[in-house]
Antibody, heavy 128, light 106 residues
Framework: VQLVQSGGGLVKPGGSLRLSCAAS????????MSWVRQVPGKGLEWIGR??????????QYAAPVKGRFTISRDDSKNMLYLQMSDLKTEDTAVYYC????????????????????WGQGVLVTVSS | DIQMTQSPTSLSASVGDRVTITCRAS??????VGWFQQKPGKAPKPLIS???SLQSGVPTKFIGSSSGTDFTLTITSLQPEDFATYFC?????????FGHGTKLDI
C-alpha cells in the first residue's frame, strides 16, 4: 500500500494550488480518502474526506477550508486530488493524503483498515 | 467537535523502560481511536486502529487499550527508534480530531 504525493510549493495569498496523491497496492476505488495537514512543529489537522463512489462519493470538509478546498478523485488513474483556492497564510503547512477507510476482501470475509497508509507529505507555503 | 486531550505533553524515559500515553475523549467515540508515531520530517506512522488493533507490521510492544472515553498507548521495552512524537486520533465523528501529541525523548 503506497501513496505518493506531488504538487506543493510557494504560492501568494489568494492564489490556488493543486496537490496530487497517487495510490497503489490496494483497491483504490474501495477507499475513503482524507487529507490531513500539519504546521511544521505543530499537531495534525484533518481537513477533508472523500468517500468511495460505492458509498456515495460525498465530501466533507473541516470548517477552516470549507468553500475554498475541493477534494476529488479519478478512480481510473488511482489518483486523489486536493484543489486549494483563495489560499491564506494560515494554510501554510505540510499536507498529507491518507487512506481514511478502506476494505479488502479476504478468505474469511472483508478486512477493514483505518488510516493505515500516508503519503510522504508536501509543503505548501503561502506567502507574499 | 470532539476534543482529544492527550497527556503527558512530553515524557522522558530510558531504553528498556515501559511508558504509557493517555488520551481522553470529550464524548463517546466508541472504539474509533487510532495512534500514530511521528519522527521529525516524516509522515505519521500508523500504530493502532480501533483502539486496540495493531496496524500491519507494527510490533507487539505497542499496546492499545481503552476504558470508556479514556484510551491508552503503552510501549514496552523502549528502544532508541521508539523515541518520537505520538498522536492519538478519533474517527468516530467529523471533524476527525487528533490529540496534541506526546514527545517521548531520552
Amino acid at each position: 500500500v503506497q501513496l505518493v504525493q506531488s504538487g506543493g510549493g510557494l504560492v501568494k495569498p489568494g492564489g490556488s494550488l493543486r496537490l496530487s496523491c497517487a495510490a497503489s497496492g490496494f483497491t483504490f476505488n474501495n477507499a475513503w480518502m482524507s487529507w490531513v495537514r500539519q504546521v511544521p512543529g505543530k499537531g495534525l489537522e484533518w481537513i477533508g474526506r472523500l468517500k468511495s463512489k460505492a458509498d456515495g462519493g460525498t465530501t466533507q470538509y473541516a470548517a477552516p477550508v470549507k468553500g475554498r478546498f475541493t477534494i476529488s478523485r479519478d478512480d481510473s488513474k488511482n489518483m486523489l486530488y486536493l484543489q486549494m483556492s483563495d489560499l491564506k497564510t494560515e494554510d501554510t503547512a505540510v499536507y498529507y493524503c491518507t487512506t481514511d477507510y478502506r476494505w479488502e476482501p479476504g478468505q474469511w470475509g472483508a478486512t477493514d483498515y483505518y488510516f493505515d497508509s500516508w503519503g510522504q507529505g508536501v509543503l505548501v507555503t503561502v506567502s507574499s | 467537535d470532539i476534543q482529544m486531550t492527550q497527556s503527558p505533553t512530553s515524557l522522558s524515559a530510558s531504553v528498556g523502560d515501559r511508558v504509557t500515553i493517555t488520551c481522553r475523549a470529550s464524548q463517546d467515540v466508541r472504539y474509533n481511536v487510532g495512534w500514530f508515531q511521528q519522527k521529525p520530517g516524516k509522515a505519521p506512522k500508523p500504530l493502532i486502529s480501533d483502539a486496540v488493533s495493531l496496524q500491519s507490521g507494527v510490533p507487539t510492544k505497542f499496546i492499545g487499550s481503552s476504558s470508556g472515553t479514556d484510551f491508552t498507548l503503552t510501549i514496552t521495552s523502549l528502544q532508541p527508534e521508539d523515541f518520537a512524537t505520538y498522536f492519538c486520533q478519533q474517527y468516530y465523528s467529523l471533524p476527525i480530531t487528533f490529540g496534541h501529541g506526546t514527545k517521548l525523548d531520552i
